[in-house]
């Protein structure tokens, strides 16, 4: 990247390494974690595709949406990590954190190319013998800040936010080839214009996020490569700088369409709390997420969105002003520091696509969404540590006493920086511990927020695990109370519990509510269709799993079930095509096996019979326990097989 390396050069990768080591041996206690059951069930350990690292697979990740989004290299590494270690936490982990060691290598290299580029005499000034230069200051603290800040534990502890540290990793690759395409000349241009748009292409697949990428060339555009060449020429430029970028705007336009297509069911109406209230709830989480990075005390990992906002509260007034505030400040000085004027667009274009202008979910911020945003602010403080080592150039002679006097405080700006990094690193290390479990998890969110309904939901699935019926029971009952309209989880989770403990009637209720609340999600009838069948009422049982495959063509449990329903009704026939169909997707399911040999036993064909329910017996314990997930009979009795 850097072709023959001058000796800065070679530190600063020295510096790079040494912060991206520091920064995996921080994360170290995260091996230890298991998984969370927010999300982690949807990527990981109830999700059967994973399973295979096939073709089929494969194609099916690309055509497909998971957990309402569209990033199928994020579900590829899923899929890479299960086929080393299975179901092992610690494959998943390692990974995130991995990434994220290297994400923090990359920073440093990223921050010391844009200072090199900003400020040449940077590169290779010393303030005093032996001493960094102002650039490799700037990128090995704006690295370790980038690395050890406790708002990035969200994005590399919880492994369904490995979309986070995945993107990002190929986002600072774009960045860093296009910087080399703007230097470069002749066959190199191309070769790093080339491997840019690829790394995009690659991040954008990998997490939705990565959409604002051929924006941030315009700003980088703007400076540090002053490619428009002053305010005049602006507008004659613009032109050839835009359809440069016109494949990267196409991936992104792609992706957005892909990523809206996803996420529709969960994009709350603009009418539902009013364009004001999108407008100061996207100001708040602007100021919000920059107090964070200054004071990360009290993080969550959910953010409730307010309630009752028509009227707005002081809070989102004094972040709204202190917005307009900020914004205007940036343009005052824009003539002179141009550098603010780039970190404040980045900044505010990285975290565009979940301000909060178009609401997705019930959440008002998320300590996940600064990973790659907060990068400016890092960098800024970076530069501003790089300020003390450096030294007068030319007219800046003039000022040498200055200088002078400024570097003998630069011992201070390193104790400065070094008690922040300590600061930052013992609450990495708290936050940390928060996402060991998910009975941990919830409990700390239900201490910083003793409202948060989605707390209260989770904590009761912990609940039902542990088979404490009564908790789980007044968790989901609690979370219901709090917010009915947008409880539909609880509800199914609800009707989940009463189904397990017999009580179908009740089962049916809840199950009912929850597909009325979200008429696209199959799981409902799925179990309405389970609660049915062990009612005997086989003819709406039927009429359920056909509701159930109709919204999810490829939901295995629910060809299973029918299966099953049909062997109940004595027709075989049509029960072995459905199970057959069902082990078709999820070729490790032991209770389908054994359905498939019961469906032919009962149809008196003796040899097959005794083959499935040998496939069946001769899944692993491993196998079995992945399995037992997507494997219901709907009767106590074949749930115990």
């Known amino acids: 990247m850097f072709g023959v390396m001058s000796r800065d050069r070679k530190k600063m990768v020295c510096l790079a390494v040494a912060a991206a080591s520091i920064v995996f041996i921080e994360y170290i206690p995260s091996l230890k974690d298991g998984f969370i059951n927010w999300d982690d069930n949807l990527y990981v350990y109830e999700n059967p595709d994973i399973r295979a690292l096939s073709l089929a697979f494969l194609r099916h990740a690309f055509t497909s949406y998971a957990a309402f989004n569209w990033h199928p290299l994020t579900i590829i590494s899923y899929a890479i990590d299960y086929r080393l270690m299975g179901m092992s936490p610690f494959i998943y982990h390692l990974t995130n954190i991995v990434f994220h060691a290297a994400n923090t290598f990359l920073v440093a290299v990223l921050v010391f190319r844009l200072v090199e580029i900003a400020a040449p005499a940077w590169a290779g000034s010393y303030s005093m013998p032996q001493g960094p230069s102002p650039a490799i200051a700037a990128s090995f603290v704006t690295a370790l800040l980038f690395g050890l800040h406790p708002l990035h534990v969200e994005s590399v502890s919880w492994v369904s936010e490995r979309k986070d540290v995945l993107y990002s990793f190929f986002f600072l690759l774009s960045a860093l080839a296009y910087l080399e395409y703007v230097s470069s000349s002749a066959w190199g241009k191309y070769r790093n214009y080339s491997l840019s748009l690829l790394f995009f292409a690659l991040s954008v697949i990998s997490k939705p996020m990565a959409v604002s990428l051929p924006a941030v060339f315009l700003i980088l555009d703007h400076y540090p490569l002053n490619r428009f060449d002053g305010v005049r020429k602006i507008f004659f430029n613009a032109g050839p700088l835009l359809l440069e970028k016109a494949p990267f705007f196409a991936l992104s336009l792609l992706s957005g369409i892909l990523t809206i297509e996803a996420q529709k069911s969960s994009i709350a109406p603009m009418e539902a709390v009013g364009f004001v209230t999108h407008v100061l709830v996207a100001a708040h989480a602007c100021i919000f997420y920059l107090y964070k990075m200054v004071y990360p005390v009290g993080l969550a990992p959910f953010y409730p969105y307010p309630k009752h906002m028509r009227v707005p509260g002081g809070e989102y007034i004094v972040s709204f002003l202190l917005f307009i505030a900020i914004s205007l400040i940036v343009l005052l000085v824009s003539k002179k520091h141009r550098v603010y004027v780039s970190v404040w667009l980045y900044y505010l274009i990285t975290l565009l696509p979940v301000i909060g202008l178009v609401q997705v979910g019930s959440q008002a911020a998320a300590d996940r969404y600064t990973y790659l945003p907060s990068l ?266």
Do not use: C
């Not at 030294?391 to 104790?415: C, H, I, Q, S, T």
């Not at 809840?510 to 009612?535: E, Q």
């Not at 899944?619 to 997930?629: G, I, N, W």
């Open 376 to 641: 400016g602010p890092f960098m800024l403080a970076g530069i501003g540590v790089g300020y003390f080592f450096s030294k007068p150039g030319g007219e800046m002679r003039k000022k040498a006493d200055a200088y002078a006097l400024k570097n003998k405080f630069a011992p201070v700006a390193v104790v400065i920086a070094g008690t922040a990094l300590a600061f930052f690193s013992f609450f990495t290390l708290t936050q940390e511990a928060v996402w060991k479990d998910s009975m941990t998890l919830w409990n700390y969110e239900l201490n910083e927020f003793p409202n948060a309904y989605v707390a209260y939901h989770n904590r009761g699935i912990v609940y039902m695990d542990l088979h404490d019926y009564p908790r789980a029971i007044e968790n989901l009952n609690m979370a219901i109370s709090l917010n009915p309209n947008y409880s539909m989880l609880s509800y199914y989770s609800r009707g989940k519990l009463y189904q397990m403990e017999g009580d179908y009637l009740m089962a049916l209720k809840d199950f009912n509510v929850a597909a009325a609340l979200s008429p696209k999600f199959s799981k409902p009838h799925n179990d309405l269709g389970i609660s049915y069948g062990n009612l005997k009422q086989y003819d709406k049982a039927i009429l359920e799993f056909n509701k159930a495959i109709g919204l999810d063509p490829s939901f295995e449990e629910a060809y299973n079930n029918r299966g099953y329903t049909y062997l109940k009704m004595g027709e075989y026939g049509k029960a072995i095509k459905d199970i057959s169909k069902a082990l078709d997707i999820d070729p490790m399911n032991s209770g389908a096996y054994y359905n498939l040999g019961s469906a032919y036993s009962l149809a008196g064909n003796a040899e097959k019979a005794e083959f499935y329910f040998k496939k069946a017996s001769g899944l692993s314990a491993k196998a079995r326990s992945v399995s037992a997930q997507v494997n219901h009979d709907y009767d106590t009795s074949t749930k115990k097989r």
